[in-house]
């Protein structure tokens, strides 16, 4: 337990902190998105920390942060598409926005999470019908925006280029 304290809360506040940094700065599209990410994450983090805690509220926890997952790989497309100028209308937008709405429509029943087993310092997930699919879904999402990122490299410069460097670095650290 002294393990997630030291390790979770300290990430949760820092990805907030940094949030509120991207969105002082300028209020653009990709900042918003990105605030809006960083929000979300900081949420999921809380939400796994206090499921390790292994209380009554665990499975409810759990939930949550399956919740806030599923508007994390929404925001992070949003954000890549929007930092590399590439528009949606309004048909893609509503289409994008469907599976985050459906899934956490659902997200508190036993159609994504059934249940959870806490151990001492983890825990395991007891998946429902839906939870493959999910899982699915928000892996394209993320497949998505690092094959829009990957792409851009060739047309950035500067700054722009090293900001998706940066984001791309993060992409791989678990």
């Known amino acids: 337990m002294a393990f997630a304290i030291l390790t979770y809360l300290p ?6 902190i940094l949030a509120c940094f991207v969105m002082a700065r300028r ?21 796994q920390f206090l499921t390790i805690i292994g209380n009554d509220y665990s499975l409810l926890a759990l939930r949550t942060g399956a919740a806030a997952t599923n508007f994390i790989a929404y925001f992070v497309l949003l954000f890549c598409l ?36 806490v151990g001492r310092d983890s825990f395991s997930t007891v998946g429902g019908g839906l939870y493959d699919l999910q899982a699915v879904i928000l892996t394209s999402y993320l497949i998505t925006s690092l094959v829009i990122l990957v ?7 500067g700054t722009q280029r090293s900001i998706v460097q940066l984001f791309l670095v993060g992409f791989t650290i678990p």
């Open 27 to 47: 209020n653009a599209n990709a900042n918003r998105y990105y605030f809006a990410f960083s929000f979300l994450m900081s949420i999921y983090i809380i939400m």
């Open 82 to 117: 929007s930092f590399t100028k590439i528009k949606l209308n309004r048909v893609q937008s509503a289409l994008l926005l469907a599976p985050p709405l459906f899934f956490v429509a659902i997200g508190y029943t036993d159609h994504i999470i059934k249940d959870v087993d």
């Open 11 to 16: 990430a949760a506040i820092c990805i907030f």
């Open 151 to 157: 792409r851009s490299l060739a047309l950035l410069r």
